[in-house]
């Protein structure tokens, strides 16, 4: 394929891959919505009154830039696992297998229309979020950079997800059963200088911590860790990821017999 | 000439040990309606997967217009297009999108597959329903739509893996005048059945598959010339009581209008009809017990199975 018929594949993969889940919203993107206004409207509005300052700010001030990148991490995840997993679960994935789209074409191209998905909810909580309280970026590129690398980190992981998964079952017990902890316990609701030092250094080996962190040092410019480990580790696993994405692709047995 | 679809010693052995195919050599040629047939579990269905790069070959070469595809298989795909046995698109997803969307997959400007999408989905009587979604459409149409996601790169081979399955026979033929237009047009084709008429009345050349061998592979015409008797129906219109005296025609009687009768290969039907003629049965029509092809077909899985007996 020359570059040309490249391109118009990719994006003839992300087309259809948007097209899925505008035609699904109320699955796609009303739920998010509606969770995180729960939220905004709980923690950072009745309890986070309570609460008074963190990390130099308001409550809801602080758990903002987590919430949104909570929406962002498990709607870019939940896309592609269920879209992938679907594809092959009604076999509609042959339509891409037997064409002359390239193994790495098709990965970054669910990948793109998963990151899609995530951002644009991100957009919508954010300007959710703008009801409940102000946010002034302080870093916008940093802001912008953690939040689109976190996407494609989660879509790579939900493509792998569905590459193994045999059930529907399988799609759902890595969010349930390690997504939400993570993401829970990832300094999405407090500052980890809350916590005793065991705990801040078990703390510190959940990923999902540094990409909340990042994205608040992006916003408020307050950070529990080095935004540097926050991106070295980000952009470490999405090449750890896009190469085992692309083996299992090329030579798995789960999608070729 | 370059061959169409060439095969050499094709070998599959499954991840469970079970071999599906066990070294087969066929080729087709250029503008050839080829038809593979065999019984289930024959492996008429992997070496389709290893064709289309849904089944990974454990040997042998395979090359498409001669193109290997271990070479370049994204080259030999671009010349290919395949019709699979079961539904394989989005249930969910509007006929006119998923055809369209299957000219992006093969590189296609947008407009150049919306044009196509238009031209196959009239041709094959779907146009009216371009916008509904997948599910919603019968079985016959499910398959119709198959075949127009599979041209709309304009493929120079086609493969229909039993593209009739299901479909009722007015639509069948319709589905046959189809494909043999674009067989005039240049379109090669590699069609599996289970319909043995439909092998018989489209394609031109064979391969027989049992157990992972080729089993027979010629031209339908020479294979029907081994044909050494065939089997036919007689209806009388009087009523016999017995099976008349066929003079050296086995023959029996199947109801009181209906004459079985077997004519050997160097017999001729003129000397039948005077036999009867000469008693004064009068026949109205006449057809074949079995399809003259499933008669071979039978037999040489039969021959087959004795072999691997002898073996």
Sequence with gaps: MNSNAVWTSFSTIIRREVRRFMRIWPQTLVPPVITMSLYFVIFGSLIGSRIGEMGGYSYMEFVVPGLIMMAVITNSYANVVSSFYSAKFQRNVEELLVSPTPNWVILAGYVLGSVTRGLIVGLVVTLIALSFTSLSVQHIGITIAIVLLTAVLFSLAGFINAIFANSFDDISIIPTFVLTPLTYLGGVFYSIELLSPFWQGLSKLNPILYMVNAFRYGVLGVSDINVVWAFAGVLSFIVLLFAWGLHLMTHGKRLRH | ?311
């Design chain 2, 1 to 311: 000439m370059t061959a169409a679809l060439s095969i050499r010693n094709l070998q599959k052995t499954y991840d469970n040990g079970f071999r599906a195919l066990n070294g087969i050599s066929f080729d087709v040629q250029p503008g050839d309606f080829f038809a593979l047939l065999g019984p289930n579990g024959a492996g008429k269905s992997t070496t389709i997967g290893i064709i289309c790069s849904l089944v990974r070959k454990t040997a042998g070469q395979v090359s498409i217009f001669g193109i290997d595809i271990d070479e370049n298989f994204p080259a030999a795909k671009q010349m290919l297009g395949v019709v699979p046995q079961e539904f394989n698109f989005s249930q969910f997803e509007k006929v006119y999108d998923i055809v369209v969307t299957q000219g992006g997959f093969y590189g296609m400007p947008r407009k150049l597959a919306e044009e196509r999408t238009e031209k196959y989905l009239k041709q094959l009587g779907l146009w009216d329903k371009r916008g509904t979604q997948a599910r919603m459409l019968s079985g016959g149409m499910k398959r119709r739509l198959m075949i127009a996601r599979a041209l709309i790169h304009e493929p120079k081979l086609l493969i229909l893996d039993e593209p009739t399955a299901g479909v009722d026979i007015e639509l069948r033929r319709s589905m046959w005048t189809f494909l043999q237009e674009i067989n005039r047009e240049g379109t090669t084709i590699i069609l599996t059945t289970h319909y043995l008429e439909e092998a018989e009345s489209l394609c031109r050349n064979i391969a027989i598959i049992d157990k992972g061998d080729i089993v027979e592979n010629t031209s339908i015409k020479s294979l029907l010339k081994t044909l050494n008797k065939e089997v036919f129906i007689l209806d009388s219109r009087d009523t016999l009581d017995e099976c008349p005296d066929l003079k050296g025609f086995e023959g029996r009687l199947l109801d009181d209008h209906s004459l079985e009768v077997t004519v050997e290969k160097g017999q001729s039907l003129t000397e039948l009809f005077a036999a009867l003629g000469e008693q004064g049965i009068s026949i109205v029509s006449m057809r074949n017990r079995a399809n003259r092809l499933e008669e071979l077909f039978v037999s040489l899985l039969a021959e087959n199975k004795q072999l691997e007996g002898e073996e």
